[in-house]
C-alpha cells in the first residue's frame, strides 16, 4: 500500500509561494498506476481538488487555480510537489497529498495533511 | 467544469436512524463517483468507489447507489461512530470537484 507524507513550510507570507512536497513510500512516482494529487481544505471549509501528475508529466489543474499552481514530480527523491504563487490569507488550508489509482474511481491513500498558513 | 452539488449541508440523526445523502452533478459522470467520511483533524476515509462498490473493511451499512447525474449514499442504521461529515468526488473529466459536504450531527 503506497503511504504518503506532505512536507514543507506551516508559515507563507502573503504575495509569496507555497511550496510543499509529498514523499512517496511503498510505490513510485515514475508508475503510470497512479493519479499523484494535491486537495486543500480551508479551515472550516470543505475539500478543494487542487490538481494531479500521473504517466510522467500528464497535469491536469483545478481551472480556479490553473494561473497559479504548478505540480512537479522529483523522481530522484520519489517526490511530487506543489508550488501555489502568490498567496493570499484565502489559500490557508490544510494541504493533503494524495495517490488515486487510476481507473479505479477512487481508491488510493491520503496522507495526513499539512496546516500551512498565509501571514505577514 | 462539472459541478457537484451536495444535499442536505446538515442532518441531525438519532443513532439507528436511516440516513441518505444525495449529489447532483451538473453532467452525467459515467460512473466515476465516489464517497469519503471525514471526522476532525483527519484525512477522509473512502467508503464507496465507482457510486457502488464498498471499499475494503467499510461496514456494510454503507451503500451508493445512482446513475447520470444523481447519486446516493445510505447509511441503513447510524452508528455513534457515523457521526463525521459526508463528501461525493466526481472524477467523470481531468478536472475533478468535490460536493460541499454533509455534516451528520447527534440529533
Known amino acids: 500500500q503506497v503511504q504518503l507524507q506532505e512536507s514543507g513550510p506551516g508559515l507563507v507570507k502573503p504575495s509569496e509561494t507555497l511550496s510543499l512536497s509529498c514523499t512517496v513510500s511503498?510505490?513510485?512516482?515514475?508508475?503510470?498506476?497512479?493519479?499523484w494529487s494535491w486537495i486543500r481544505q480551508a479551515p472550516g471549509k470543505g475539500l478543494e481538488w487542487i490538481g494531479y501528475?500521473?504517466?510522467?508529466?500528464?497535469?491536469y489543474y483545478n481551472p480556479s487555480l490553473n494561473s497559479r499552481v504548478t505540480i512537479s514530480e522529483d523522481t530522484s527523491k520519489n517526490q511530487f510537489s506543489l508550488r501555489l504563487s502568490s498567496v493570499s490569507a484565502a489559500d490557508t488550508a490544510v494541504y493533503f497529498c494524495g495517490s488515486y489509482i487510476v481507473g479505479a474511481g477512487g481508491r488510493g491513500s491520503w496522507g495526513q495533511g499539512i496546516l500551512v498558513t498565509v501571514s505577514s | 467544469d462539472i459541478q457537484m452539488t451536495q444535499s442536505p449541508s446538515t442532518l441531525s440523526a438519532s443513532v439507528g436512524d436511516r440516513v441518505t445523502i444525495t449529489c447532483r452533478a451538473s453532467?452525467?459522470?459515467?460512473?466515476?463517483l465516489a464517497w469519503y467520511q471525514q471526522k476532525p483533524g483527519k484525512a477522509p476515509k473512502l467508503l464507496i468507489y465507482?457510486?457502488?462498490n464498498l471499499e475494503g473493511g467499510v461496514p456494510s451499512r454503507f451503500s451508493g447507489s445512482g446513475s447520470g447525474t444523481e447519486f446516493t449514499l445510505t447509511i441503513s442504521s447510524l452508528q455513534p461512530d457515523d457521526f463525521a461529515t459526508y463528501y461525493c468526488?466526481?472524477?467523470?473529466?481531468?478536472?475533478?470537484?468535490f460536493g460541499q459536504g454533509t455534516k451528520v450531527e447527534i440529533k
Open positions: 468526488q466526481q472524477y467523470n473529466s481531468f478536472s475533478w470537484t
Open positions: 511503498g510505490g513510485s512516482v515514475r508508475s503510470g498506476d497512479y493519479h
Open positions: 465507482k457510486v457502488s
Open positions: 501528475i500521473y504517466s510522467s508529466g500528464r497535469i
Open positions: 453532467q452525467t459522470l459515467n460512473n466515476w
